[in-house]
T-cell receptor, first 113, second 116 residues
Framework: KNQVEQSPQSLIILEGKNCTLQ??????????LRWYKQDTGRGPVSLTI?????NTKSNGRYTATLDADTKQSSLHITASQLSDSASYIC????????????FGTGTRLKVLA | DTGVSQNPRHKITKRGQNVTFRCDPI?????LYWYRQTLGQGPEFLTY????????KSRLLSDRFSAERPKGSFSTLEIQRTEQGDSAMYLC??????????????FGPGTRLTVL
């Protein structure tokens, strides 16, 4: 069964600290993996996208890694800011059929001053 | 603003009423998706259009739900005889792609539905 699992479910950190969010997937065949940031009450916004051949991708203070062998991805946030408080959703594209975007349930990050 | 827009942003209705939401995708995007998202969960796929053709529907899309994209541009999602369990955020996304591949989706701000 195609699934995407994220951990932790929620996370609280102090401003300025780093954190790492995890995404494990069992989607086959694999096409690509995206991380989205979703602010409360808003739609998700794409942060990074990685295909099978890419193992790291950065977007400012956000760095995503992908290990296609172990089917794991991580999103590392450096020097967190209050505005990083949001849900971070991992989405894996793949599988068969005309539509296959498998969404994780997200990690809710709270950055405190 | 050339992003995906959704209207209304909020809708409060009484149980049993019908509601209709509208999504205007990015103008050149041929694919349009509807999702439902409840608090603390990721988006759940409802249905997907390529141009005006509805290519796939989730089992979540019961017979009370119907979606249309008559001219391959904007789309509407109608819920008939609403139930309290329909309360959620309804997200629309669009993308530009051919018949294969999984191009990036751009999401709208969502319509938050509250059924009393």
């Amino acid at each position: 069964k195609n699934q995407v699992e994220q951990s932790p479910q929620s996370l609280i950190i102090l401003e300025g600290k780093n954190c790492t969010l995890q995404c494990n997937y069992t989607v086959s065949p694999f096409s690509n993996l995206r991380w989205y940031k979703q602010d409360t009450g808003r739609g998700p916004v794409s942060l990074t996208i990685m295909t099978f051949s890419e193992n790291t991708k950065s977007n400012g203070r956000y760095t995503a890694t992908l290990d296609a062998d172990t089917k794991q991805s991580s999103l590392h946030i450096t020097a967190s800011q209050l505005s990083d408080s949001a849900s971070y959703i991992c989405v894996v594209s793949g599988g068969s059929g005309t539509y296959k975007y498998i969404f994780g349930t997200g990690t809710r990050l709270k950055v405190l001053a | 603003d050339t992003g995906v827009s959704q209207n209304p942003r909020h809708k409060i209705t009484k149980r049993g009423q019908n509601v209709t939401f509208r999504c205007d995708p990015i103008s050149e995007h041929n694919r349009l998706y509807w999702y439902r998202q409840t608090l603390g969960q990721g988006p759940e796929f409802l249905t997907y259009f390529q141009n005006e053709a509805q290519l796939e529907k989730s089992r979540l899309l019961s017979d009370r739900f119907s979606a249309e994209r008559p001219k391959g541009s904007f789309s509407t999602l109608e819920i008939q005889r609403t139930e309290q369990g329909d309360s959620a955020m309804y997200l629309c996304a669009s993308s530009l792609g051919g018949t294969s591949g999984r191009p990036q989706q751009f999401f709208g701000p969502g319509t938050r539905l509250t059924v009393l």
